[in-house]
């Protein structure tokens, strides 16, 4: 099958390791029968790592827009690993707190999350490890809107 020259692109190479890492790193959560997706366990993540987190910070966070964090948040309500309640301070935002049964399943997906990240890194130095992050924020840069105003 010839090769387009879209597939060329390093931005099809980024796209595409995106996807496949998103998708191995699904599938070995799936092994481990952890009942949540990537961003799911993402956003239990920075739950329990800042319990104070607004879901407009999350969403910025992961690149998501508020209406997908806010129904993600609701599926892990439903499951019992998030509380929400009324903010006192603002009736129309909530207070998240992450539940004990929340705070296990964090702890039980670090290793997961963190054998995938050292999987996928597998073979690279310390320095192209160092290099490609600093490429990307390159990258970032060179398309983040103030840069063009």
Avoid: W
């Avoid at 239990?44 to 993600?72: C, H, W, Y």
């Avoid at 050292?118 to 992050?133: K, N, P, R, W, Y």
Wanted: charged letters at 30%; glycine letters at 2%; hydrophobic letters at 40%.
């Amino acid at each position: 099958m010839p090769i387009t020259p879209f597939q060329h692109s390093v931005f099809y190479a980024i796209e595409k390791a995106i996807k496949v890492y998103r998708r191995f790193a699904q599938d070995q959560i799936r092994k481990e029968e952890l009942d949540l997706t990537i961003n799911q366990a993402l956003l239990l993540d920075l739950l329990a790592r800042d319990p104070g987190i607004s879901q407009n910070e999350m969403a910025q966070i992961l690149f998501k827009d508020l209406a997908a964090v806010t129904r993600m948040m609701e599926i892990l309500v439903k499951r019992g690993y998030v509380v929400r309640s009324p903010n006192p301070d603002d009736r129309r935002k909530h207070l998240l707190r992450i539940t004990h049964t929340g705070e296990k399943v964090v702890k039980k997906v670090a290793p997961v999350t963190a054998k995938n990240r050292f999987t996928a890194l597998q073979g690279f130095t310390d320095a192209e490890t160092v290099e490609l992050h600093r490429l990307l924020e390159k990258l970032i840069a060179n398309c983040t809107t103030e840069n063009h105003e």
